[in-house]
Nanobody, 124 residues
Framework: QVQLVESGGGLVQAGDSLRLSCAASGRAFSGYAMGWFRQAPGKEREFVARINWSGGNTYYADSVKGRFTISRDNAKNTVWMQMTSLKPEDTAVYYC?????????????????WGQGTQVTVSS
């Protein structure tokens, strides 16, 4: 069992930056790949970014590539997502999730553990 708690969301203006954190507790954090997903109002939850267990491999949705950076520190049981050049269309509830599978897993069905989400609102 892995418990995940996100933080760092808020209200920012377009072009601003924000860093989300996801603190994990429970079973060995380093054994899981971690992902960030988001859900905008009226839309389905979508994949944003993923990082493998060691942090040496990352993968991003095209919509955030070059603007968002996912990272992790297994000693701190934490994964982050640095978001820059934020746009109004980035407004959503952001969730972190843990997956025991390796590879470029973007399908949320393969993530077994989820946080409660943190709201990011980007004003124009």
């Amino acid at each position: 069992q892995v418990q995940l708690v996100e933080s760092g969301g808020g209200l920012v203006q377009a072009g601003d930056s924000l860093r989300l954190s996801c603190a994990a507790s429970g079973r060995a954090f380093s054994g899981y790949a971690m992902g960030w997903f988001r859900q905008a109002p009226g839309k389905e939850r979508e994949f944003v970014a993923r990082i493998n267990w060691s942090g040496g491999n990352t993968y991003y949705a095209d919509s955030v590539k070059g603007r968002f950076t996912i990272s992790r520190d297994n000693a701190k049981n934490t994964v982050w997502m640095q978001m820059t050049s934020l746009k109004p269309e980035d407004t959503a509830v952001y969730y972190c999730a843990a997956s025991s599978l390796s590879g470029y897993i973007t399908d949320q069905r393969w993530y077994g553990y989820w946080g409660q989400g943190t709201q990011v609102t980007v004003s124009s």
